[in-house]
């Protein structure tokens, strides 16, 4: 595969983002910028771009075990080409559920890229709205939709309960979270971890050079 494809973070094992045990793939690049998201980090689009070949090396050795394949970002349908070889990479190592993070509306991904959500089996899409609720599983706020496109999906997911779990990521020297915050998660975590004498933020903090 000569596709180039821009990734934020790649990661297993990943249980926050969906049904079981799955390998967790960040895109990287947000034309959408929502006002409010944690994943500020994520927006600068085109850095650091690395061959399909190349992530799909890394993710190879998961593929056997895992329960699923959970794609967020940053704004995966920015680059949809390198979407497409990934899903269809994906379809042919392992049978479990797709999940897809976007921040475009489901009716906007039908129109302009059926062939892509065709093969997913979840779609959680449209935009992060910080005024409102977050009561619903798996997204950030209760404007966005959980679409099951698959008898899989449904069984999976149509009973999936509203479980806060966050995921501790240890990568080399860094440690970071998946997953979906409650509201307010991030301040008391950051409480928590400066009485133990650690700082910590979100990507937006950090980037505006701010620590908690
Ligand atoms: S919530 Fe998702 S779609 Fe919205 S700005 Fe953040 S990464 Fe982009």
Known sequence: MTQSISISRIHYPIHSLGFGTRVGVWFQGCQIQCPGCVSRDTWAAGT?????????QTLAPWT?????????????????????????WWRTKNVGDVLLFSGYSAEVLWTRHSDIVSKLDVLISDPYDAKQPQTQPLRGS???????????????????????????????????????????????????????????????????????
Do not use: H
């Open 48 to 56: 650091d771009p690395i061959s399909l070949d190349q992530l799909t």
């Open 142 to 212: 209760d404007n966005q939709r959980m679409n099951l496109l698959t008898p899989l999906a449904a069984e999976r997911y149509a009973s999936l309960d509203d479980s806060p779990a966050l995921d501790l990521c240890f990568d080399d020297d860094t440690v970071w979270i998946a997953g979906i915050p409650k509201p307010n998660a991030m301040a008391e975590i950051r409480k928590r971890l400066a009485a133990m004498g650690f700082a910590a933020g979100t990507s937006d903090q950090l980037l505006d050079g701010v620590r908690g």
């Open 64 to 88: 056997a075990q895992a329960d699923g394949l959970t794609i967020s970002g940053g704004e995966p349908f920015d680059q949809p080409d390198a979407v497409a070889a990934l899903v269809d």
